[in-house]
């Protein structure tokens, strides 16, 4: 059973940082390349960051360049998006993806973990 579980979402007050991770299951998830989508109220769902299948090419959305990172840990299963100098405008609800290039429907989506942003 694939699964996706995602965690280290909550409030934070602007300028603050936390830690979402994504624990997999049920697939080998170094065959996978890793990303964070983020949805908020009222608007389509965006790429946030992703990292390739062995780690070696990460990219992240201009909106976040220099305030968020992607890594991820293939012995763990575990992906991880580190979030610093928090804004009110990245409150959404952050979802982990999971997608074995060029192969059609190997794509696995996790439950979401919501952020918010505000004093």
């Known amino acids: 059973q694939v699964q996706l579980v995602e965690s280290g979402g909550g409030l934070v007050q602007p300028g603050g940082s936390l830690r979402l991770s994504c624990v997999v299951s049920?697939?080998?998830?170094?065959?996978?390349?890793m990303s964070w989508y983020r949805q908020a109220p009222g608007k389509e769902r965006e790429l946030v960051a992703s990292?390739?299948?062995?780690?070696?090419?990460?990219n992240v959305a201009d909106s976040v360049k220099g305030r968020f990172t992607i890594s991820r840990d293939n012995a763990k299963n575990m992906v991880n998006l580190q979030m610093n100098s928090l804004k009110p405008e990245d409150t959404a609800v952050y979802y982990c993806?999971?997608?074995?290039?060029?192969?059609?429907?190997?794509?696995?989506w996790g439950q979401g973990t919501q952020v918010t942003v505000s004093s």
């Open positions: 993806n999971a997608d074995r290039r060029g192969w059609s429907g190997y794509n696995h």
């Open positions: 049920g697939f080998t998830f170094s065959m996978y390349d």
């Open positions: 990292v390739t299948s062995t780690g070696g090419t990460t």
